[in-house]
């Protein structure tokens, strides 16, 4: 069973930089793809971005194209998102999320994916 534990949300001014994790267990995640999607009050899961565990290719929602990476050490089973040039339109319950990767799939489509962390929450002030 997979479980996926996110941490290091928390509120950070305009400008600023935050890492969020997201620990993984309960298989191995080589064939999978891990993803992170953000969700304010109201409104979808919007996809934030995504990476392939086995050859690291990384994508990315426009909205945060040159400001967030994702990254994975493959040691400690964990996903990074590193957030930097905040903005208030960043404040959202950021989530990840993980699927079987196969070719082709759309990987910005929260419905595909299985596994869900219980989210933890970016506060950006403006």
């Known amino acids: 069973q997979v479980q996926l534990v996110e941490s290091g949300g928390g509120l950070v001014q305009a400008g600023g930089s935050l890492r969020l994790s997201c620990a993984a267990s309960?298989?191995?995640?080589?064939?999978?793809?891990m993803a992170w999607f953000r969700q304010t009050p109201g409104k979808e899961r919007q996809f934030v971005g995504s990476?392939?565990?086995?050859?690291?290719?990384?994508y990315y929602a426009d909205s945060v194209k040159g400001r967030f990476t994702i990254s994975r050490d493959n040691a400690k089973n964990t996903v990074y998102l590193q957030m930097n040039s905040l903005k208030p339109e960043d404040t959202a319950v950021y989530y990840c999320a993980a699927k079987f990767y196969r070719r082709g799939d759309y990987y910005y489509d929260p419905t595909s994916y299985a596994d869900w962390g219980q989210g933890t929450q970016v506060t950006v002030s403006s």
């Open positions: 990476i392939i565990w086995k050859d690291r290719t990384a």
């Open positions: 309960g298989r191995t995640f080589s064939s999978y793809i």
